[in-house]
């Protein structure tokens, strides 16, 4: 990777994580360049990461490399596409980590540039455990899909799925920890509060957590007989306006990446 360039359009929260990923597992590329329309967000990273190159509002500057990153949000990608398509080079490689714009949709927004993967990330990558769902154009070879996948090994699991499936990994994978952060805090807080030790519950509730879901997928039982597994059901009378919630949300927001 000594000798390999890899730019980032979008300076942003997934752009950071990654790049601590390659920094903690000794893995970051020969060449950073990160391009944004955010100065202050540029100024923020080149503090983290000194090495990278910077250029703000400079697109085309970032698409000169490698292996070009799209970090940026899907409505802003048709108008980045059009002011890079021209710098890309024919031997570069191009990832989007957007939902909803599919690879042909990409290639004809950047002129018919093919060469082309989506990939959707997940935060617990900062910490090499992240699930990164990645499906390839067909144009990519066995070899330029194996060298992506090796870059992409510093930040967890990386299976190659079905384009098609890539926005139900986006609900599900790369914003799950959502629904579960705030409530495992949540545990924590109630926790202290009831006498333990901040170390106490970092070990309990992570332990909890990992032995739970070890439980749920992998024991061989059907689901109710693992919810059966302890009698004392806390939070049972509010379940079903949990799942609601989840219903509710979760679905609408595929409807939208969808369409």
């Known amino acids: 990777m000594k000798n390999l360039s890899v730019g980032f359009i979008g300076g942003g929260r997934i752009t950071q994580i990654l790049l601590e990923s390659w920094r903690k ?38 698409a000169v490399c490698d292996v070009v990153f799209l970090a940026l949000h899907p409505p802003a990608i048709g108008a980045v596409a059009a002011e890079i398509k021209g710098a890309l080079a024919p031997s570069a490689l191009l ?31 900062i910490i090499h455990k992240g699930y990164n769902p990645v499906a390839f154009s067909p144009s990519l070879d066995e070899d330029e899909r194996k060298d992506l996948l090796h870059l992409f090994k510093p930040w ?9 499936k890539l926005e139900a990994y986006a609900i599900i994978a790369a914003m799950g920890p959502t629904y579960l ?9 109630l926790g202290l509060s009831f006498g333990l030790s901040e170390g106490e519950l970092d070990k309990t509730i992570y332990q909890m957590t990992k032995g739970a ?4 997928f992998k024991s061989g039982l059907p689901y109710e007989d693992v919810v059966n597994l302890i009698p004392v059901k806390p939070l049972a009378e509010d379940e079903q306006a949990i799942r609601q919630i989840y219903e509710t949300k979760l679905k609408g927001l595929y409807r939208k990446l969808k369409s």
């Not at 980590?97 to 990558?125: D, E, H, Q, V, W």
């Not at 967890?156 to 098609?164: F, K, L, N, R, T």
């Not at 952060?181 to 807080?189: I, R, V």
């Not at 879901?213 to 749920?216: E, S, Y």
């Open 25 to 62: 597992e000794k893995k970051m590329p020969g060449r950073v360049c990160v391009s944004d329309a955010d100065a202050e967000i540029l100024n923020r990273l080149k503090k983290n990461f000194p090495d990278a190159e910077i250029f703000p509002g400079g697109n085309s500057k970032a």
């Open 95 to 125: 990832v989007s980590l957007a939902p909803k714009l599919t690879i042909a949709g990409l290639s004809a927004a950047l002129g018919g540039f093919n060469r082309i993967a989506r990939m959707i990330p997940n935060a617990p990558s």
């Open 156 to 164: 967890g699991d990386c299976p190659e799925v079905a384009e098609e």
């Open 181 to 189: 952060w705030f409530q495992l805090q949540t545990l924590k807080e």
């Open 213 to 216: 879901a070890k439980t749920l």
